[in-house]
C-alpha cells in the first residue's frame, strides 16, 4: 500500500493519504472488535453484512441454539430455514449437506419441545424434520456419486464415503 501510494509521485501528500487510510482501517477494526464478544454477536453481525450466505446463517442458528435451545427454537429454526432457502434449488450433487441435516435437527428438537409424538404439533414438526433430512439424504447420495465416478474416471479405488455423519444420526 505504502509503495502504491508513492508512485503517485505527491511526496507531500503520501503521509496524509497513508495515515487517513491507516485511520480508516483502525477505526474499521475498533468497531468490528465489539461484534467479537461472542459467537452469537460475531454471526448476528456477519449475517447483517452477508444476508444471502448460507454459512453465516447457519452458524447464526447454532450460535442461537448453543445460548437457549428451548427459548431461541424460533429463531434458530428462521435463521436454518434461512441458509436452507440458499442451497435448496441447487443440483442435489453441490448442496452442503450440513444445513439441511441441522434444520431437521431443529425441527426435531421443536417437536420435542411441544409434546413429542404424543401430540399433533409433535409429529407435524417431526414431519418436517424427517422431510428435509431425506432431502439431505438425497443430495448425500448424489454427492458420493459425483466423487466415485471422479475416482474411478481417475483409476483410483473407492475407499472412504464422502456421507455427512451428523445427517445420518439425525435419520437414525
Known amino acids: 500500500m505504502v509503495a502504491l ?3 503517485l ?3 507531500r501528500l503520501t503521509p496524509a493519504v497513508l495515515t487517513a487510510v ?4 483502525a477505526g474499521r477494526t475498533f468497531v468490528r472488535n465489539f461484534d467479537w464478544k461472542d459467537d452469537l454477536t460475531l454471526s448476528a453481525a456477519d449475517v447483517r453484512v452477508a444476508p444471502s450466505s448460507f454459512k453465516m446463517h447457519g452458524i447464526l442458528a447454532n450460535a442461537l441454539f448453543k445460548q437457549d435451545p428451548r427459548q431461541n427454537i ?3 429454526i428462521e435463521e436454518a430455514e434461512r441458509a436452507w432457502d440458499v442451497l435448496r434449488d441447487l443440483p442435489p450433487e453441490l448442496i ?3 444445513p439441511p441435516s441441522n434444520l431437521g435437527a431443529y425441527y426435531r428438537t421443536k417437536g420435542d419441545l411441544v409434546g413429542g409424538a404424543g401430540t399433533a404439533e409433535g409429529r407435524t414438526w417431526y414431519r418436517k424434520s424427517l422431510a428435509v433430512l431425506w ?3 438425497d443430495a448425500d447420495r448424489a454427492a458420493e456419486k ?3 465416478a471422479a475416482m474411478r474416471a481417475h483409476g483410483k479405488p473407492l ?3 464422502l456421507g455427512f455423519p451428523m445427517l445420518y444420526l439425525n435419520l437414525d
Open 146 to 148: 459425483v466423487f466415485d
Open 9 to 11: 509521485g505527491e511526496e
Open 135 to 137: 432431502m439431505a439424504r
Open 22 to 25: 491507516i485511520a480508516l482501517l
Open 96 to 98: 452442503f449437506r450440513q
Open 5 to 7: 501510494v508513492y508512485r
Open 74 to 76: 424460533g429463531p434458530v
Open 159 to 161: 475407499t472412504g464415503r
